[in-house]
């Protein structure tokens, strides 16, 4: 079973940066899409951003559209989110996770999860 490790979360201010990383034990991101999703407490989880498992095809939810970018590296087995512009809204435990499918914006679809960084935004 493929593991998935996600690091870089972290407490930044308002308008910063924080670039998230997601670490596979295998080359799953070869052949599978992936993805970020956050949730917050009592809340379900939600879509950030998804990437095809040849990159040629992103997807944003419009709340980060313009500010984050999905992006990896299949020789490394990793993908990442960079995120910029942050706001308070922003905060959240983020997961990245794989698909079997080209790509998904559904939670459900997804098969692998990691186990979630903070993070935190403050005003």
């Known amino acids: 079973q493929v593991q998935l490790v996600e690091s870089g979360g972290g407490l930044v201010q308002a308008g910063g940066s924080l670039s998230l990383s997601c670490v596979a034990s295998?080359?799953?991101?070869?052949?599978?899409?992936s993805g970020w999703f956050r949730q917050t407490p009592g809340k379900e989880r939600e879509f950030v951003a998804t990437?095809?498992?040849?990159?040629?095809?992103?997807h944003y939810a419009d709340s980060v559209k313009g500010r984050f970018t999905i992006s990896k590296d299949n020789a490394k087995n990793t993908m990442y989110l960079q995120m910029n512009s942050l706001k308070p809204e922003d905060t959240a435990v983020y997961y990245c996770?794989?698909?079997?499918?080209?790509?998904?914006?559904?939670?459900?679809?997804?098969?692998?999860w990691g186990q979630g960084t903070q993070v935190t935004v403050s005003s």
């Open positions: 996770a794989a698909t079997s499918l080209v790509a998904s914006t559904k939670a459900v679809e997804y098969n692998v």
């Open positions: 295998g080359r799953i991101f070869s052949y599978y899409g």
């Open positions: 990437i095809s498992r040849f990159d040629d095809y992103t």
